[in-house]
């Protein structure tokens, strides 16, 4: 079974558009955003594939930082920034198609924004 | 200019297995604008990982789809064994794409039975399913489950196939692909419906690669990606070619699924001629400590399972890219000019699966 090389590249809010526009350019084409929180900081993930050449741009945020948004360069993260605001409350401005935080409806307001109690009592099968 | 009116399309509506929401801005029978909303099913399966052991987690990664629930289950340990450097046998690599496959050949079928539903074909859905449930009785006779198999487990699969199985396998394959063969023709000429699908729903290459599309919705705008190129599990060792159309519309997403079934059959047959002996799991110890975006193809396109761990028995993170969340903006732009009457067709035609998009 083959397995990829896969890079991450850290990379600040100024230059998150500089780093996706170049990727742009190069001919890649938007894989995903995603995002994942790391006690109070949240990892947002942009990443991109090239004839199965996968890279990502990592960014580190705290909470409440607000994004802007790649849709001028990849109109096709529309729904990807519309998730991360509605899951995790992250804002982006410049959606190219904004639904303000109506595209999933949740019971709970970013529902992924909150940490879960783990339960460490329990007893590990895999020691 | 005619006077604009919105009307709404879904979540309920008898093309749509799932709920999925449009608002369609029309000119007179003309769709200019489609806005989609998602989120009327949406289970916050990913989070559930911070509550189950790694090893526990496959049996909800499986149920994230009621189609393409193994390649659910097989992706997430593949990213799982691929943080914890886990050398999985080769005879269990070879069952995943075995089962795969199958898989892949009952979505397809699903797919063309409602495909030809929504265009009124009645006679022609009830033939695909009854071809696919001869798939859904050999997933039933080897995993014990027509919907969710159960057979993916960290390290390796639950279940063996006996090499007789095996062979028999593919000899009711054979049988198969000759009456796929005949619905492929009524698919692929009859003239109902190419009037209902060709030059409907057009996205060209460039267009659809901007768009991100994936699976046979990229493919049938002349996109030649497919994730098992990647060559996990044991496609690194199967010769096959990607399915690929130009046409760009409902019918060259059409024929791809079509065709594919094909390609499908000879992947299972080349996986049964060299499967070795042998074991089909390892023992695991440990816990995952590290990170990693596992690709695999699914029946309707790439699907990615991202892990993150901290070296506890509890991910940090689990994120799935599933295909009909990236072919969203396919869909939007597909739509956009096309007639009220296509909606349904064109809607149908990039195989939206709802419960994968939202989790």
């Known amino acids: 079974m ?7 590249i850290p990379t600040g809010i100024p230059d998150l558009i500089p780093g996706v526009s170049a990727l742009k350019n190069e001919g890649y084409r938007l894989v995903a955003i995603s995002t994942t929180k790391l006690g109070e900081i949240f990892q ?5 594939d090239l004839n199965f050449s996968f890279r990502t741009l990592r960014l580190l945020v705290p909470q ?5 948004s790649i849709t001028g360069i990849y109109w096709a993260a529309f729904p990807y920034e519309n998730e991360i605001h509605d899951l995790f409350g992250i804002m982006v401005t410049d959606i190219a198609v904004d639904f303000k935080g109506t595209f999933i409806k949740t019971a709970i307001q970013f529902p992924f924004s909150v940490n879960t109690d783990k339960p460490e009592e329990d007893v590990c099968q895999n020691k | 200019m005619s006077k604009q009116i919105t009307i709404p399309f879904g979540p309920q509506h008898p093309v749509l297995p799932e709920p999925i929401h449009l608002d369609l801005v029309l000119e007179d029978e003309k769709v200019v604008e489609a806005i989609p909303t998602i989120g ?30 193994f390649i659910h289950g097989s992706t997430y340990v593949q990213a799982v064994e691929t943080v914890m450097g886990i050398e999985v046998p080769e005879r269990a690599l070879y069952l995943r794409t075995i089962w795969s496959e199958y898989s892949r050949m009952h979505s397809h079928l699903l797919w063309l039975g409602l495909f ?14 009854r071809l696919r449930e001869h798939i859904l009785d050999d997933l039933e006779a080897t995993t014990g489950g027509r919907v969710i198999q159960g057979a993916c487990k960290v390290g390796g699969v639950r279940r063996d196939i006996d090499n007789k199985k095996l062979g028999e396998m593919v000899t009711g394959l054979e049988e198969l692909e000759t009456e796929i063969r005949e619905l492929n023709k009524v698919f692929f000429n009859d003239s109902s419906i190419l009037h209902r699908t060709k030059g409907v729903g057009i996205i060209m290459e460039k267009d659809a690669y901007e768009l991100g599309a994936v699976g046979p919705t990229g493919r049938g705008s002349g996109i030649a990606q497919d994730a098992r190129m990647l060559g996990y599990a044991a496609y690194d060792q199967i010769h096959f070619k990607p399915v690929v159309e130009t046409g760009g519309d409902c019918y060259a997403r059409c024929v791809v699924r079509g065709r594919e079934l094909h390609t499908s ?6 996986a049964v001629n060299k499967i070795p002996d042998g074991p089909v799991e390892v023992k695991v110890t440990g816990t995952p400590n590290g990170e990693y975006w596992a690709r695999a193809e699914q029946p309707r396109g790439e699907v990615i399972h991202y892990v993150k761990g901290n070296g506890t028995r509890h991910l940090l993170r689990h994120r799935v890219r599933t295909p009909t969340f990236a072919n969203i903006p396919f869909l939007v732009k597909a739509l956009a000019g096309c007639q009220l009457a296509d909606v349904p067709v064109i809607v149908l035609s990039i195989d939206p699966c709802i419960g994968c998009a939202e989790r």
């Open chain 2, 116 to 129: 030809a539903d929504s265009l009124g074909f009645e006679n022609l859905f009830m033939q695909s399913w």
């Open chain 1, 44 to 48: 947002v993930d942009y990443s991109f």
């Open chain 2, 265 to 270: 059959i000879d992947i299972i047959r080349q």
């Open chain 2, 40 to 69: 009327y099913i949406h289970r916050g399966l990913e989070k559930l990982v911070e509550k189950r052991e790694y090893t526990e987690y496959v049996h909800i990664a499986e149920r994230i789809c009621g189609i393409c629930s």
């Open chain 1, 64 to 68: 409440g930082i607000t994004l802007p």
């Open chain 1, 2 to 8: 083959k397995t990829e090389e896969q890079p991450i």
